[in-house]
């Protein structure tokens, strides 16, 4: 007798190829798992991009720091040398009774740059109105520097104060006489007063101190300029012993108070 076996050579039902213990089932756990890890490797190279870039913009933020920095340090530089310079022209400058040179003198110009900062009030209601190059003629050696010669004006009160009348007031025709000491000769070529400060006083009286004995109502000529101190031209010109401080240029100027040689 002959039994027939059926179904030998078909395929085996796949609930009995896919048990735990097949080896279908490990490669699909396999597969699952190694999804989970790209996934999970994706969201780390996502969150490493956004980290690369953060750093890139504090690279950049460090990256200016560092050229300001430069920047700031050039400017530094730059003031030294100006110092060096600047003290240079002094250590130059001649000694003598009125001109001489201590080691004080380097702290006594800045104390009359820093003049500026501690204007009184009068003062600051002139320094805000239009302002002009002046021509100061003043005692000096041909050796002396113009910063030397800047700061000795304005560290004196009357100086700064006779610079302001000249720079920012009204011309005025004719000239009074001089005051002060006859035999001085004017600082200024122009006679020039501001109404409302020193009480009306010239420039050339308030240089002297004596603005308050010198009203706009003298008249007369400061003839002394231009009989001792002005070339063929009419240009000022210095004396054996005095030196024109000649404006940089004409018209209004912020600070006229830059000297130039």
Avoid at 26 to 50: G, Y
Wanted: glycine share 6%; proline share 6%.
């Amino acid at each position: 007798m002959v039994t027939e076996v059926k179904g030998y050579n078909e395929t085996p039902d796949k609930h009995l190829t896919e048990s735990p213990g097949s080896e279908t089932f490990h490669s699909k756990e396999a597969a699952a798992k190694l999804d989970t890890e790209v996934s999970r490797l994706k969201m780390e190279i996502s969150w490493l991009k956004m980290e690369i870039s953060r750093l890139e913009q504090r690279i950049g933020r460090l990256k200016k720091t560092e050229d300001d920095y430069r920047v700031r340090v050039d400017m530094l530089e730059n003031s030294k040398r100006r110092t060096a310079t600047m003290s240079s022209n002094l250590d130059k400058a001649p000694s003598g009774p009125e001109m001489a040179i201590d080691d004080d003198l380097i702290e006594k110009a800045n104390k009359a740059s820093r003049r500026m900062q501690r204007l009184k009030d009068d003062e600051r209601r002139v320094v805000a109105m239009p302002s002009v190059d002046v021509e100061v003629r003043v005692l000096a050696a041909d050796r002396a520097s113009v910063h030397f010669l800047f700061a000795r004006i304005i560290r004196r009160e009357s100086y700064f104060r006779a610079l302001l009348v000249q720079s920012r007031g009204t011309r005025v025709r004719p000239c009074p006489e001089k005051c002060g000491n006859p035999n001085a000769s004017p600082k200024f070529r122009h006679c020039v007063r501001v109404p409302s400060f020193q009480g009306g006083a010239y420039a050339e009286c308030v240089w002297q101190s004596h603005g308050s004995r010198c009203s706009h109502s003298n008249e007369g000529s400061m003839s002394a300029w231009d009989s001792g101190g002005s070339s063929a031209g009419g240009s000022p010109r210095a004396g054996p012993s005095q030196r024109v401080l000649p404006p940089s240029s004409s018209g209004s100027r912020l600070n006229p108070f830059l000297l130039e040689e």
